[in-house]
């Protein structure tokens, strides 16, 4: 253990002494990296798939479109934008401000750890690396050890795409981790159970170190009699059925009304049996659970309630099918810790009133979704529904749009990453305030030196309150304004003659008949 300390040590002084050089502040340096990291998942995406496969039984299609596609989608959209993004923020001045220059500038936090979970563990523990070094951080990447295939590929590869001294990965289980955390980092970013996400806080504590927690629980969806039932039965059943149901964002019960709980297990039954056949288990496109002790876990649910659907379980195989129980309990396990498997329990309620005080019960979620057309309903949700995200009428898709920050709040997590989000998560915005002498500036600022007088603090609690300068929206009129003014001027002057004296002052002047000093 002594050895592997050590060994934390040295990879993390080598990280601060790359970062302290300034390599990293380099903005071409950052492109250079993040299109290195692009070339690595494009020319080995054949290797992670296999990895993949190893791992999860991951089909290629899940692979490639939840996996790969969107890491490199992710640096594309910020290799689009990261100019715009790193120059400083000017702000807008005000009467305070008038002869200053306040600036916000983006500074990296220095040596960031990225903690990726095995779900996804290619995605999760990468795509924040995109936002770190796009930020300009250093990076020492902590891939699951229960998904020990990727995790080896990615600590092979990493080494021959990225810069040695600044990007490190780190292998190992709970007891390196442990190790690892013992360690002073300037950000911590992790993505697992909220179980385990208090313990990286904790961990945290001991020196203060921010944190980004991408964390999970009970995703609900509604769903009412408003919707085509055809289309939102196959959106829902894909969100739950990719990565078998191992999706932190996967919905994990169902609250309708009985009447749409029959339709809804109807149409489930039909498109179950049309994407898998008749032996879901030998279907190529369902992954399977990580792990043995998972299978158990996940089984103990299946007491829980009626299966109506699904049930079948194999541990040797890893294997649960899809399945759906009805006459659940509010109060049993499965509806009270996180599914993370292919089990869709259904709760029945009589409103969307009824489903919101359900969900607002609870902790709040990562994700919620909505199935309805109801225009009233979708807005009494995202009014009264507090939770991570919000998606309305599908599933998942939300997670790919890279404009979306993508966080928890509460028990789901803090913190948030994706796109620009994922730049700021690894950005310390610095304020700064660049006053000069100004002689006026100085005159008023001369007033909060001693001796102090009730005058003075007057003076200054006047000129220290909000105070906004004049739109410029108003300009044209103003200037309007002061045209119309002018113009009436110069009517009054013809009026008088004096326009008249003053033009045959300048004709004569340009014949010659008066002296130009004269003019």
Not at 252 to 281: H, I, M, N, T
Not at 299 to 325: C, F, H, Q, S
Request: aromatic residues 10%.
């Amino acid at each position: 253990m002594g050895d592997k300390m050590t060994s934390n040590q040295q990879i993390l002084q080598k990280a601060r002494e790359a970062f302290m050089s300034g390599k990293t502040r380099d903005v071409e340096f950052r492109k250079k990296q993040l299109k290195a990291l692009k070339r690595m998942y494009e020319e080995n995406e054949a290797a992670f798939c296999t990895a993949l496969a190893k791992d999860l039984n991951k089909p290629k299609q899940e692979s490639i479109l939840l996996e790969l596609n969107l890491l490199k989608d992710d640096i594309r959209h910020i290799l689009a934008r990261i100019d715009g993004w790193v120059k400083p923020e000017t702000l807008s001045p005000n009467l305070v401000t008038l002869f200053d220059k306040p600036v916000i500038y983006h500074d990296p936090y220095g040596v960031v750890l990225i903690m990726g979970a095995w779900n996804y563990p290619v995605q999760l523990p990468l795509l924040p690396v995109s936002g770190a070094i796009a930020a300009g951080n250093c990076v020492i990447m902590k891939p699951s050890e229960v998904s020990p295939a990727t995790a080896e590929l990615i600590a092979e590869l990493i080494p021959k795409y990225l810069d040695n001294d600044c990007f490190h990965v780190v292998c190992g289980g709970i007891a390196e981790t442990s190790e690892l955390l013992k360690e002073r980092f300037d950000y911590i970013f992790y993505t697992g159970s909220p179980q385990v996400g208090k313990i990286v806080r904790e961990a945290a504590n001991k020196y203060l170190t921010p944190t980004t927690l991408e964390l999970g629980g009970k995703s609900p969806l509604y769903i009412d009699d408003s919707v085509d039932m055809d289309v939102a039965v196959r959106r829902i059943l894909w969100g739950k059925c990719i990565n078998v149901g191992q999706t932190c964002i996967a919905p994990d019960y169902v609250l309708c009304s009985k009447q749409v709980q029959k339709k809804f297990v109807d149409k489930a039954r039909d498109v179950l049996k049309e994407w898998y056949g008749e032996d879901p288990k030998s279907s190529p496109d369902l992954c399977r659970i990580v792990s043995e002790k998972h299978v158990a876990r996940i089984a103990e649910y299946l007491k829980d309630g009626e299966a109506v659907i699904g049930g079948d379980v194999n541990k040797e195989e890893r294997w649960i099918a899809p399945t759906i129980l009805v006459n659940v309990s509010p109060k049993s396990k499965v509806m009270t810790e996180e599914i993370f498997g292919p089990i869709l329990p259904i709760i029945n309620v009589e409103s969307p009133y009824d489903a919101i005080q359900f969900i607002n019960e609870r902790d709040h979620p990562l994700c919620c979704y909505l199935f309805t057309s109801k225009p009233d309903v979708q807005q009494a949700f995202i009014k009264d529904i507090f939770t991570g995200s919000i998606c309305i009428n599908d599933c998942i898709v939300h997670f790919s749009i890279h404009d979306l920050p993508f966080g928890g709040v509460g028990n789901s997590g803090m913190g948030a990453y994706h796109g620009k989000a994922s730049y700021d998560t690894f950005t310390h915005r610095k304020s700064c305030l660049i006053r000069n002498y100004n002689k006026i500036a100085d005159a008023i600022g001369k007033k909060r030196y001693p001796p102090y007088s009730e005058k003075n603090m007057k003076f200054l609690s006047n000129m220290l309150k909000e105070h906004s300068l004049p739109s410029l929206k108003y300009m044209p009129y103003l200037i309007a304004f002061g045209l119309g003014v002018a113009s009436v001027f110069a009517v009054q002057q013809i009026a008088k003659g004096g326009f008249r004296e003053w033009m045959n002052h300048r004709i004569g002047s340009a014949v010659g008949l008066i002296p130009r000093s004269q003019t």
